[in-house]
């Protein structure tokens, strides 16, 4: 049974770095596999932000400029977002998902609210 | 950066009938488009990929096709628990992008 679990912070202050934590079982960081991030603002639609693959390529949406970090510990099956300057405008609920071309195994998404 | 422009935003369909979804890609995608179903409070599920292939325990009902940068959504016979929010998305070139998301009502 493949299944995925975001953790980390509910409440991030602005301009603060968040850190989220995507732990998945019953697959392998394999050829071909990568885990990605998804957000959703509330109401809003789906917003791709990052994916780390296999091989440690990784790649970002470019609407972020460089505020994303990816990175993988297959010793743990994790993968870890960072996402510097946080602003309100960032608040969401944060999915991770795996990446076999399309993501077909999903978190259930953890929100973050960004507020001072 | 490849745009997804879904349409409608918003469907009205009554229950037996069929739905048409639409998405169309800015620049080519190769067919590397996958649809999802997404419920209040839930996560996205998986519905189609490689533009034409449905995923795994999707029922028949759903069914998607591509002709060059345009990509549909087709549901037969619609069932209640179909009334959900829909997002197309690619995954060309190791990249990913979402359309806007069309919200399927009922009539």
Same mark, same amino acid.
């Given at each position: 049974?493949? *299944?995925?679990?975001? /953790?980390?912070p509910?409440? +991030?202050k602005?301009?603060?770095?968040?850190?989220?934590t $995507?732990?998945? &079982?019953g697959?392998?960081?394999? &050829?071909?596999v990568?885990?990605?991030?998804?957000r959703?603002?509330p109401?809003?639609?789906l917003?791709?932000l990052? +994916?780390?693959?296999?091989d440690?390529d990784w790649r970002q949406?470019? &609407?972020?400029?460089? %505020?994303?970090?990816?990175?993988?510990?297959?010793?743990? =099956?994790?993968v870890?977002l960072?996402l510097t =300057?946080m602003d309100?405008? @960032?608040t969401?609920?944060?999915?991770?998902?795996?990446?076999r071309?399309?993501?077909d #195994?999903w978190g259930?998404g *953890?929100l973050?609210i960004v507020?001072? | 950066?490849?745009?997804l422009t879904?349409?409608p935003g918003?469907?009205? +369909? /009554?229950?037996?009938?069929?739905?048409?979804?639409?998405? %169309?890609?800015?620049q /080519? +995608? =190769?067919n590397n488009? #996958?649809w999802?179903?997404q419920k209040?409070g839930q996560?996205?599920r !998986?519905l189609i990929?490689a533009?034409t292939? %449905?995923?795994?325990g999707v029922p028949a %009902?759903?069914s998607? /096709?591509?002709s060059?940068?345009?990509f549909? !959504?087709?549901?037969t016979?619609?069932?209640?628990? @179909?009334f959900a929010?829909?997002y $197309?998305?690619?995954?060309h =070139?190791?990249?990913a992008s979402?359309?806007?998301g069309t919200?399927?009502q009922?009539?």
């Amino acid at each position: 049974q493949i *299944t995925l679990k975001e /953790s980390g912070p509910t409440l +991030v202050k602005p301009a603060e770095t968040l850190t989220l934590t $995507c732990s998945f &079982s019953g697959f392998s960081l394999d &050829s071909g596999v990568g885990v990605g991030w998804i957000r959703q603002p509330p109401g809003q639609a789906l917003e791709w932000l990052a +994916v780390i693959y296999w091989d440690d390529d990784w790649r970002q949406s470019p &609407s972020l400029m460089g %505020r994303v970090t990816i990175t993988k510990d297959i010793t743990k =099956n994790q993968v870890v977002l960072t996402l510097t =300057n946080m602003d309100p405008a @960032d608040t969401a609920t944060y999915y991770c998902a795996r990446r076999r071309g399309s993501f077909d #195994a999903w978190g259930q998404g *953890t929100l973050v609210i960004v507020s001072s | 950066e490849i745009v997804l422009t879904q349409s409608p935003g918003t469907l009205y +369909v /009554s229950p037996g009938e069929s739905a048409t979804l639409s998405c %169309r890609a800015s620049q /080519s +995608v =190769n067919n590397n488009l #996958a649809w999802y179903q997404q419920k209040p409070g839930q996560a996205p599920r !998986l519905l189609i990929y490689a533009a034409t292939t %449905r995923a795994s325990g999707v029922p028949a %009902r759903f069914s998607g /096709s591509a002709s060059g940068p345009d990509f549909t !959504l087709t549901i037969t016979g619609l069932q209640s628990e @179909d009334f959900a929010v829909y997002y $197309c998305q690619h995954y060309h =070139n190791w990249m990913a992008s979402f359309g806007q998301g069309t919200k399927m009502q009922i009539k």
